[in-house]
């Protein structure tokens, strides 16, 4: 489109019309409505190493009571379909002359797998499977600043599963994560919950001999050599103080009916181990360094065993900050 859309070399520019007359009245032009139906779209992103295919179906757009008057809110009524799984709905007003408006937004059952290759692309993981949802609404509006916008209304994510890249064993997944209390903000920046949920999640953690972490090992930005990791950690300690771009809080984080395979290699003997009916909560998740959460976790241990998780990480600085008490 870019390249289509350049303007052609000695191409003609054409001089604007100059008013006859200053009683001259304006042009006035009304529309009761304009609507586009049945818009297919295809999506090609060929930055990662496996392009990323979407295909939209379906579309439509329904404007009502159009002007020339752009300061005019102007009804409106969006949609379409993802042929890779998913539906987008959009109804409210806009304002074109101040590229501002009000939308409820409605999307429902959004397939994640067609979206692996940006997963694949920063970490050794395989996204397989998952659907995405939400619903609320939207505010925006054009300021000096920048575009400043705000989401009010929860979401879901059900049924994901993410394996590791080499050995296609269960990495990261739940049956579903779910917030009816999500709110999130641009100029000032911020992401914001009351509560998340996440039913049956499951999880592996695992410290290696040299106490790394299998999390850190999955990400393709972390080399495993040492200098590199030594150039890493001097940059992280570097802006440990500075604030998150990015600002995010969870105030409580409920699991319900988690599973986790730890294991502690380090030890003499190594210790491994896996906790099912995993229940808890922890309360104060962000992104401030200055802050600390609290976890407190119960579950059982193979057949007879029980454990116990006590203490306090910094989850966004895991390898900065993390103090866990593990009573098995």
């Not at 509560?195 to 290696?208: R, Y």
């Not at 950690?233 to 771009?245: F, G, T």
């Not at 003499?268 to 181990?273: A, Y």
């Amino acid at each position: 489109w870019a390249d289509i859309l350049e303007k052609a070399p000695g191409a003609l520019v054409a001089s604007p019309v100059k008013a006859e007359s200053a009683t001259a009245s304006p042009l006035n032009v009304q529309l009761a409505r304009l609507s586009l139906k049945d818009l297919e779209v295809d999506f090609i992103d060929q930055s990662p190493p496996k392009p990323v295919r979407l295909h939209v179906a379906k579309g439509f757009v329904t404007l009502k009571d159009l002007s020339l008057d752009l300061n005019k809110a102007v009804p409106l009524e969006a949609g379409f379909a993802l042929r890779q799984g998913g539906r987008l709905d959009a109804s409210g007003t806009v304002i074109p002359g101040l590229a501002s408006g009000r939308l409820d937004l409605k999307l429902a059952g959004l397939s994640l797998q067609p979206f692996a290759p940006y997963v694949n692309q920063f970490a050794r993981l395989n996204l397989h499977s998952g659907t995405a949802s939400t619903r609320g609404k939207l505010t925006f509006e054009q300021t000096k600043s920048g575009m400043k916008l705000d989401f009010n209304g929860g979401f879901a994510v059900d049924d994901l599963a993410i394996t590791e890249e080499e050995t296609e064993e269960a990495f990261l997944g739940w049956k579903k994560l779910s917030s009816n209390s999500l709110a999130v903000r641009l100029s000032p920046n911020r992401l914001r919950m009351n509560e998340l949920v996440a039913l049956n999640p499951f999880g592996k953690v695992i410290i290696f001999e040299d106490k790394s972490i299998n999390l850190q090992r999955v990400l393709r930005s972390q080399p495993a050599d040492k200098p590199a990791a030594t150039d890493a950690a001097k940059a992280k300690h570097k802006s440990a103080d500075q604030p998150s771009a990015f600002p995010l809080s969870v105030e409580r984080l409920r699991i319900v009916g988690g599973n986790a395979e730890f294991a502690d290699l380090s030890l003499t003997p190594q210790f491994g181990t896996r906790m099912y009916d995993l229940g808890g909560v922890v309360t104060g998740l962000s992104t401030d360094p200055a802050t600390m959460a609290l976890v407190e976790l119960d579950g059982k241990v193979d057949e007879f065993g029980s454990a116990r998780i006590r203490g306090s990480i910094q989850p966004f600085r895991a390898t900065d900050f993390t103090d866990l008490k593990l009573a098995f």
